[in-house]
């Protein structure tokens, strides 16, 4: 082990045995300590003390459900207890009513809920419009539950309390960067965890890019020769598994195949859809193979049709960012091609563009693109396509007058790691947009963790706790802006704490940094760490 890595672990050691024990969550005036802020908490002063036979109930039940109380109850109820002190009030149980069982997790489900919990014994009760309303209301329900290490009970603190809720924005994401560094499914599966915990409803998953292609696509077998291994893939029925495991966690997986720049990778298993061996991106907008691979590639992520195919979202990004034609116009097949068309490789750019959208649009879903698509074309852009800002917040602002949807990121990159996580909070996607209509079509946002950088050991440290606080902006109103107030719930919020996410302690609370050291695989990406970069580098 080298020098810097053992001091690095020291200190890991060090700040992990000065976690604290968890601080019992007391709802006060100003704010609960539940994160993100519910849009209406109220609370009153009765210590309930849940009893040892407590339990989740549907009314009615379904599979869906009974997965999701499992699921809830082994964070939720994580110790051992005991029999209920004399003359404690009890609470007995929690109702679950989901009112429809059938909803599609699609952008824009209703992801309401009312959590009420009585101070007189009787049952608890969540009821939601839909299971992803019943899963965001039992994370809240979750937060309020705090084990006494002295009763060796599980209580909740100011009883009555009724929660009312519901989401500002309908998109709450974070990206997964996953050519540059491969994470496991195991990995990304802790990941939608903890997204589930703070209410965050998309994993962008940026599963291709020009360092790799581990999917396996069964229509175009040889595009996983791109990938780093033969151990370093996703199979079809690991994304399977993972979109279904995150859709029980009211997670939506958007996927990202990011095009015609970032795609070096592609050129591996299929030469002839790259301008040439020494010139490989932008992909060949030349030749129609190109476009019937990324056809093909699309349906099978799609299904052709809306909640269909491997990615049921009807979301799918298209990236469109860092085009340097320049390699069209010094390749003299795609020079020649664009002398016969009379296009410039700037409109040829548009062209290729313009195909891939129309494709995905034929499929009956919505494309989007990263901002520089929207800042080169204008309005020329297909309506239906949705701009996504990265590193100019205004252009949000600018798109929406021209009657496009928009995400935002800019400001929310976690792998800038100086950036406070009081700024990310603060960083509100609607910024100066104050027309109703337009604002309606501010979508969101998401925090980015883009891949140079992380793996497995230092993914969840790198995400956690700053991205809670871009969870928080996008769920609670426009008036929680608050860091002062909110500083002691980002500090000790259950959402990050007993939810089991390893991640750095804060300034008088290390709840973050200490539970559950197994949600980071004891794996490290063998190209680029932070041991084998120690070892590499002079003395």
């Not at 962008?204 to 581990?214: K, L």
């Not at 860092?322 to 002398?339: M, N």
Request: with cysteine; aromatic share 12%.
């Amino acid at each position: 082990m080298s020098p810097l890595c053992a001091l690095v672990f020291l200190c890991l050691l060090a700040l992990g045995c000065a976690a604290v024990a968890p601080v019992p969550p007391t709802a006060s005036a100003a704010q609960p300590f539940v994160w993100p802020l519910p849009q209406s908490f109220s609370a009153g002063s009765t210590l309930l003390t849940l009893s040892p036979q407590f339990a989740f109930q549907g009314t009615p039940s379904f599979a869906d459900l009974d997965t999701l109380f499992s699921w809830v109850s082994t964070f939720t109820f994580d110790h051992e207890v005991g029999e209920s002190p004399t003359g404690a009030t009890v609470l007995p149980s929690l109702t679950v009513t989901v009112t429809n069982q059938d909803a599609d997790l699609q952008i824009g489900v209703d992801e309401s809920y009312t959590l009420f919990i009585p101070d007189d014994g009787s049952a608890a009760t969540l009821t939601a419009g839909t299971y992803y309303g019943a899963v965001n209301g039992l994370q809240t329900f979750s937060q309020l539950v705090v084990y006494n290490f002295t009763t060796q009970t599980f209580q909740v603190a100011d009883a009555p309390i009724k929660v009312v809720d519901k989401p500002r924005y309908a998109h709450r994401g974070l990206l997964m960067d996953t050519s540059r560094h491969f994470q496991p499914v195991s990995v990304l599966k802790k990941l939608v965890d903890s997204l589930s915990f703070a209410k965050f409803n998309v994993l962008h998953w940026h599963i291709v890019d020009t360092q790799s292609f581990p999917f396996e696509s069964k229509r175009f077998p040889k595009l996983w020769a791109g990938a780093y291994s033969q151990q370093e893939k996703y199979t079809q029925r690991d994304v399977q598994a993972l979109v279904e495991y995150a859709r029980l966690r009211n997670v939506r997986v958007m996927v990202e195949f990011d095009t015609p720049g970032h795609a070096a990778s592609w050129c591996v298993g299929y030469p002839e859809i790259c301008p040439s061996p020494t010139c490989q991106q932008p992909l060949n907008p030349a030749t129609e193979a190109t476009f019937d691979l990324l056809s093909g590639l699309f349906e099978e992520c799609t299904g052709g049709a809306p909640g269909k195919g491997l990615f049921p979202s009807s979301m799918v990004h298209l990236g469109g960012d860092e085009v340097d034609t320049s390699c069209w116009t010094k390749t003299p097949a795609v020079a020649s091609w664009l002398q016969q068309r009379g296009f410039t490789a700037d409109q040829a750019y548009y062209y290729f563009v313009n195909r891939t959208l129309n494709i995905l649009i034929d499929q009956g879903h919505d494309p989007v693109n990263w901002e520089e698509v929207y800042n080169h074309f204008g309005t020329k852009l297909n309506p239906k396509a949705i701009v996504h800002a990265w590193y100019n917040k205004p252009t949000v602002a600018v798109a929406v007058k021209d009657g496009y949807r928009t995400l935002n990121s800019d400001g929310w990159y976690l792998d800038h790691l100086g950036d406070l996580w009081t700024t990310y909070y603060n960083n509100d996607p609607m910024e100066n947009i104050t027309n109703p209509q337009q604002q309606a079509l501010v979508l969101g946002g998401e925090c980015c963790m883009w891949g140079e950088t992380v793996d497995p050991s230092d993914l969840f440290s790198t995400v956690w706790p700053r991205a809670a606080a871009v969870a928080e902006r996008l769920w609670s109103d426009a008036s929680v802006t608050d860091t002062t107030a909110a500083q002691p719930r980002y500090g000790t919020s259950a959402a990050c704490s007993r939810a089991a996410v390893l991640a750095l302690p804060q300034p008088r609370t290390h709840l973050l940094a200490l539970r559950r050291l197994d949600l980071v695989a004891a794996w490290t990406n063998r190209r680029v760490g932070l041991c084998s970069a120690a070892a590499a580098a002079p003395p």
